[in-house]
């Protein structure tokens, strides 16, 4: 099912660009719940504290830094790479190749990105995974945003300088509507992935805010069927 919403069109896109995780493989596969369970072990191990204990602090982290990472680094000194090379250190089988949202893909004009929270290591396993990576020109990870996280503006601003994007000729599809904000002011065409209604999935209730904002021009539960609508309409 996709909701669909008065504003802004695709006729004008040149670059598109997705969120990797939960926006281009389904919230239910929970494979971002792994990664969950190894932030709280880290956090739990470096502050040396309770699960429970760290568990909200990771959260807290997490909502108020953008990712429990830069909060890690910024009250405690945490370095980037142990908590990257910890954190996404995790089973991605529970992937299965997607050949149609590959196909989709392929099939939409101009350049495709990545523009993630995440790191190089873990995007391109998920990419390969899926079946999807020779579709994506380049990724743009946390490492490159200088560990500045979305939906921090100066991540969009390092992101769009270093791959030449014109945000006035690109979409941005994500699973957090707060991370659509900046792009849509700066001029992007936004769609927010949100959660297949029939499916449990893990989240947080703030994170599943936002599909009603000004801010949001699309909404969809299904990425592929979206994207083969818009592919059709061409």
Same mark, same amino acid.
């Given at each position: 099912?996709?909701?669909?919403?008065?504003? *802004? !069109?695709?006729?004008?896109?040149?670059?598109?660009?997705?969120? =990797?995780?939960?926006?281009?493989?389904?919230?239910?596969?929970?494979?971002?719940?792994?990664?969950?369970?190894?932030?709280?072990?880290?956090?739990?191990?470096?502050?040396?504290?309770?699960?429970?204990?760290?568990?909200?602090?990771?959260?807290?982290?997490?909502? *108020?830094?953008?990712?429990?990472?830069?909060?890690?680094?910024?009250?405690?000194?945490? $370095? @980037?790479?142990?908590?990257?090379?910890?954190?996404?250190?995790?089973?991605? !089988?529970? =992937?299965?190749?997607?050949?149609?949202?590959?196909?989709?893909?392929?099939?939409?004009?101009?350049?495709?990105?990545?523009?993630?929270?995440? !790191?190089?290591?873990?995007?391109?396993?998920?990419?390969? *995974?899926?079946?999807? @990576? !020779?579709?994506?020109?380049?990724?743009?990870?946390?490492?490159?945003?200088?560990?500045?996280?979305?939906?921090?503006?100066?991540?969009?601003?390092?992101?769009?300088? +270093?791959?030449?994007?014109?945000?006035?000729?690109?979409?941005?599809?994500?699973?957090?509507?707060?991370?659509?904000?900046?792009? $849509?002011? +700066?001029?992007?065409?936004?769609? +927010?992935?949100?959660?297949?209604?029939?499916?449990?999935?893990?989240?947080?209730?703030?994170?599943?805010?936002? *599909?009603?904002?000004?801010?949001?021009?699309?909404?969809?539960?299904?990425?592929?069927?979206?994207?083969?609508? +818009?592919?059709?309409?061409?």
């Amino acid at each position: 099912m996709t909701e669909p919403r008065p504003t *802004r !069109s695709f006729a004008h896109i040149e670059t598109w660009v997705f969120d =990797l995780d939960n926006t281009l493989y389904p919230h239910h596969v929970n494979l971002w719940q792994q990664v969950d369970d190894k932030i709280r072990d880290f956090v739990a191990t470096f502050l040396k504290v309770p699960p429970e204990q760290a568990f909200k602090i990771q959260k807290d982290y997490y909502k *108020r830094y953008g990712t429990t990472m830069r909060g890690m680094m910024t009250e405690h000194g945490v $370095h @980037a790479d142990d908590y990257l090379a910890y954190v996404h250190a995790i089973d991605h !089988s529970p =992937l299965e190749p997607n050949p149609e949202m590959g196909a989709e893909i392929a099939l939409l004009p101009g350049r495709k990105l990545i523009l993630t929270n995440g !790191s190089v290591a873990h995007a391109g396993a998920v990419l390969e *995974r899926l079946g999807i @990576a !020779s579709e994506f020109e380049a990724i743009f990870d946390i490492i490159a945003a200088d560990h500045e996280p979305k939906p921090a503006p100066q991540t969009y601003d390092r992101f769009l300088k +270093l791959h030449g994007v014109d945000p006035a000729k690109a979409a941005m599809f994500e699973d957090l509507s707060r991370n659509l904000v900046v792009p $849509h002011a +700066l001029g992007m065409t936004t769609v +927010l992935v949100v959660p297949d209604g029939a499916k449990e999935v893990v989240r947080e209730d703030w994170e599943l805010e936002g *599909r009603d904002a000004d801010f949001v021009d699309h909404v969809t539960d299904d990425l592929t069927g979206f994207l083969a609508a +818009l592919n059709v309409g061409r």
